[in-house]
């Protein structure tokens, strides 16, 4: 079965903090790779796509890892907006349906 | 820019009828959409994904004559619930991709459906 793997949080820190999540699929065969943010009851946002290089996106930092297959989000400098549930997701193959992972909460505080 | 539009954002119906939600693209034609299920503290779930002008394709364990998907055109898709129980209480999202792109998905704002 295809699955994309996170750990549910929540993760609850302190604005300022620096705070990293990880993601783990299952298909080695899969394609592309993004970061979507999601706040309650609200359709997703795509946050960033993940390259096997590496991408930052201001404080957002994305990396893959092809040959462990997983995929992380660091944020720097946590907002108070900031705080929502983070998805990970893959597309195993062009132009078909995306695989969302259950979703990271993170929570920031003042 | 392209936008997906979804209507309507919340039913609350009693059990036994039938609930249809649309999702719309605007300023551009989607030959295929996607519809998913999201329940509480739960991953979006795919449920089908909808071909124009031709059957939508059911992923495992979803009820194709429960879930009835109509694509009749190039930028609507829909999506009826029929004799709802309680138990199909739940966010019921489409989304979109914008044609000749592969890597950006387009959202709906989703449809809250609660069944008393």
């Known amino acids: 079965r295809k699955e994309v793997e996170q750990d549910p949080g929540p993760f609850n820190v302190p604005e300022g903090a620096t705070v990293a999540f990880n993601c783990t699929y299952s298909?080695?065969?899969?394609?592309?790779f993004f970061w979507y943010r999601q706040d309650c009851r609200k359709e997703p946002k795509l946050l960033m796509s993940?390259?096997?290089s590496g991408n930052e996106d201001g404080r957002f930092t994305a990396q893959l890892n092809r040959a462990s297959q997983y995929i992380s989000l660091l944020i720097r400098d946590s907002k108070l907006s900031d705080s929502a549930t983070y998805l990970c997701?893959?597309?195993?193959?062009?132009?078909?349906?995306?695989?969302f992972g259950k979703g990271t909460t993170l929570s920031v505080s003042s | 820019g392209a936008v997906v539009s979804q209507h309507p954002s919340r039913v609350i119906c009693k059990s036994g009828t039938s609930v249809k939600i649309e999702c719309r693209s605007l300023?551009?034609?989607?030959?295929?959409m996607f519809w998913y299920r999201q329940f509480p503290k739960q991953s979006l779930m795919l449920m089908a994904t909808?071909?124009?002008?031709?059957?939508?394709?059911?992923e495992q364990g979803v009820e194709k004559d429960k879930f009835l998907i109509n694509h009749a055109s190039l930028t609507l898709s829909t999506l009826t619930v029929t004799s709802a129980h309680p138990e199909d209480s739940s966010f019921y999202i489409c989304?979109?991709?914008?044609?000749?792109?592969?890597?950006?998905?387009?959202f709906g704002s989703g449809t809250q459906l609660s069944v008393l």
């Open positions: 989304s979109a991709f914008l044609t000749g792109t592969n890597e950006k998905l387009f």
């Open positions: 298909n080695s065969a899969s394609q592309s």
């Open positions: 993940v390259y096997s």
């Open positions: 997701v893959v597309n195993d193959q062009a132009g078909t349906a995306l695989i």
């Open positions: 300023d551009f034609q989607a030959t295929t």
């Open positions: 909808s071909n124009e002008g031709s059957k939508a394709t059911y």
